[in-house]
């Protein structure tokens, strides 16, 4: 018997089984799934993670009973691989506390098999939601954190497995700067006017390291669009020096580039 099915059978007022005929997409399943909850409190777990600490989810629950001006807690993980070798012991490595907007938006330094959030965040979620298949998380943490903090927890309580191939993991740094900054182009039209400018500036920072990394890759001509971009998403003086250099370097790459391809065809 499948396992879920054996789960449901032992404990039928526990566990719910959603059956899909047809697949509805990563987002709606997940934003259904939440709708599907009918506790105060909605704990993440998805794909090959595990929940390691038989307390986990009391801490957890306790924690966000406490204190009602908490909309989030998370804890440390182990990041694991396929085959069970660790390769980090504990992250994140910020400190353990509370933090708030500001902090989420910069990165999402919340790991998704720790995160307990409070039923309901789910329904102020953005609209394109729904649509982003890249980030199933992120969107919910900055919602969450718009009326309240994120607590971290110092306190191992999962394993996240690095799957090869998995959404991010599998990916390397280019694609996951580029869905960063593809989430800052969409978050700000969820967040209050004062916090447009701290999501500028962080999207600038990711097209300048999409410069950067194009640039090794030899493609210098995405690159100086991505250096371009990074220079018009903050404001004029946000990431001034770090932005220009962006520019400078891919500009003169691409001329070196193309330069040295007219002497290879003029045979010099």
């Known amino acids: 018997m499948d396992p879920a099915l054996s789960y449901r059978e032992r404990h039928p007022n526990l566990i719910k089984i959603l059956e899909r005929p047809v697949n509805i997409g990563i987002q709606r399943n997940y934003y259904e799934t939440f709708e599907h909850c009918s506790g105060k409190f ?7 993670d595990l929940w390691t600490d038989p307390e986990k989810l009391a801490v957890q629950v306790d ?37 708030g907007l500001p902090d989420i938006l910069r990165t ?15 329904r102020d979620l953005p609209a394109w939601y729904l649509d982003f298949a890249y980030m199933t998380d992120w969107p919910v943490l900055v919602t969450a954190a718009l009326s309240g903090d994120i607590l971290l927890l110092d306190r191992v309580m999962a394993d996240y497995t690095l799957t090869p191939g998995s959404s991010f993991a599998g990916k390397g740094l280019l694609y996951r700067d580029e869905m960063d900054a593809k989430f800052y182009e969409l978050i700000e039209s ?28 030899g493609d210098f001509a995405a690159s100086r669009q991505a250096a371009f971009k990074a220079i018009r998403s903050p404001l004029i003086m946000d990431n ?20 040295k391809g007219r002497r290879t065809a003029s045979g010099q």
């Open 240 to 259: 001034c020096g770090s932005k220009t250099k962006a520019v400078v370097a891919a500009v003169v790459r691409e001329m070196q580039w193309r330069l």
């Open 42 to 48: 909605i704990a993440w777990l998805d794909a090959d």
């Open 63 to 99: 924690a966000l009973e406490s204190d009602t001006s908490i909309n989030v807690c998370c804890h440390r993980v182990r990041w694991v691989t396929h085959d069970g070798e660790v390769e980090r012991e504990r992250y994140p490595s910020l400190a353990a506390g509370r933090y």
């Open 190 to 217: 969820a967040l209050p006017s004062r916090w447009h400018r701290l999501a500028r500036a962080e999207k600038g920072k990711r097209y300048e390291s999409i410069a950067y990394l194009l640039r090794k890759q």
């Open 108 to 122: 999402n330094f919340v790991p998704s098999p720790s995160i307990m959030f409070r039923n309901g965040i789910q």
